[in-house]
């Protein structure tokens, strides 16, 4: 399994923006590396992926980068397949260094590392939660979490101290979420909505905190359309916001803004906010051309996000106002995931986008000062 560069006779062209003078696709080969940069503002055509991965023989369903270990600017990509298997890419060679086989040839739809590459955690359909042990070239599971949840919500991690996470993942009972502290399994809390409520099942769950050593929150976007914000401690809804028609497919939360967004399958990205008093308020919407966001992540500098549309798009804004920044236009099949990369030169950060075509597209996104 290797990656591939785009063959110069077939190479599709990445599309502007909407409102951007002309469609124009690119026929060439790879740009060399000051053409491939993404400049915010200038009249340029956005990116062809600088590689592409394949080589997985299955839709991708989650990719996570973890740039820990002795060479910190060379980070390793975790990628999830519905054939079951977990693929670590090296990104210097652009190969698999290895192959995870952990949940029964069923779909994997969560990867993440848990304080450096050694340690993973990973979520599949086969209502499993594995933990791994990948020091010294071991490949094994050492403990897993029976969820029972028949669905597709990825669980969430936050670390709370050197060597203690807290999980959140969608429970056995259709409205609730199970929080466990890791690695002892040590049940925190279950969190049920109120008597007579229709929320449906939880879709995306988004831990988080103020800041260290505060009391962990958690965001949950649900099958009715509506985010609630959860104190974890206390096990209690804290504010509800009605945000879509349809379920939230996907949420991120900008902490220091107190700000987060959420896409769902129809044709609004909705962008809200956390008041002082811990109320949830919707502040503005944004309106796509094609219905159906699979993920969205905004990138640790809080600059930009990156959509995974199921029109086989990824689309690119500034987070501070929400401005589309553009859309990449590369991959044959819906696009499920979308994942930063964490390099301390923001020049050499990736974002890494998987489809339902069975490739991982990886591009260079940056702003030139």
């Not at 050694?118 to 029976?146: F, K, P």
């Not at 502040?283 to 959509?307: C, F, Q």
């Amino acid at each position: 399994m290797r990656a591939s560069r785009r063959p110069r006779d077939v190479t599709r062209g990445a599309r502007r923006p909407p409102g951007s003078r002309g469609d124009r696709r690119i026929i060439a080969a790879p740009l060399p590396p000051r053409r491939r940069s993404f400049i915010a503002g200038m009249a340029l055509p956005p990116p062809d992926p600088q590689f592409v991965l394949r080589g997985t023989s299955a839709a991708i369903h989650t990719l996570h980068f973890s740039c820990g270990g002795q060479e910190p600017d060379l980070p390793v990509l975790f990628s999830g397949s519905e054939n079951g298997l977990i693929h670590v890419w090296n990104l210097k060679t652009h190969r698999v260094d290895t192959a995870l086989d952990g949940h029964g040839r069923k779909s994997v739809y969560c990867v993440e590392t848990m304080g450096g590459k050694d340690r993973l955690l990973s979520q599949g359909r086969d209502q499993r939660i594995c933990l791994w042990d990948l020091a010294e070239g071991r490949t094994s599971v050492t403990d897993s979490v029976c969820t029972e949840h028949v669905g597709f919500c990825r669980c969430s991690l936050v670390q709370l101290a050197q060597g203690r996470w807290l999980m959140a993942t969608a429970a056995k009972g259709l409205q609730e979420v199970q929080v466990l502290e890791l690695p002892s399994k040590t049940s925190v809390c279950t969190l049920k909505p109120e008597v007579g409520a229709k929320l449906g099942m939880p879709m995306c769950l988004k831990l988080w905190q103020l800041s260290c050593g505060s009391q962990p929150l958690l965001l949950a976007g649900y099958e009715d359309g509506s985010v609630i914000l959860w104190n974890v401690t206390m096990g209690k809804a804290l504010s509800q916001l009605i945000c879509h028609q349809e379920p939230v497919m996907s949420l991120d939360f900008d902490s220091e803004r107190t700000k987060g967004i959420s896409g769902s399958s129809e044709k609004v990205l909705c962008i809200w906010s956390l008041n002082e008093q811990q109320n949830l308020q919707v502040y503005k919407t944004h309106e796509l051309v094609n219905a159906g966001i699979s993920d969205i992540t905004i990138r640790p500098d809080k600059k930009i996000l990156a959509t995974a549309g199921w029109d086989h798009r990824i689309r690119i804004f500034g987070w501070k106002k929400l401005k589309p920044l553009a859309v990449l236009d590369y991959h044959t099949a819906a696009v499920h995931c979308v994942s930063f990369s964490e390099h301390r030169n923001p020049r050499e950060r990736l974002l890494a986008a998987g489809s339902r075509d069975q490739r991982i597209s990886l591009w260079s996104l940056y702003t030139q000062s």
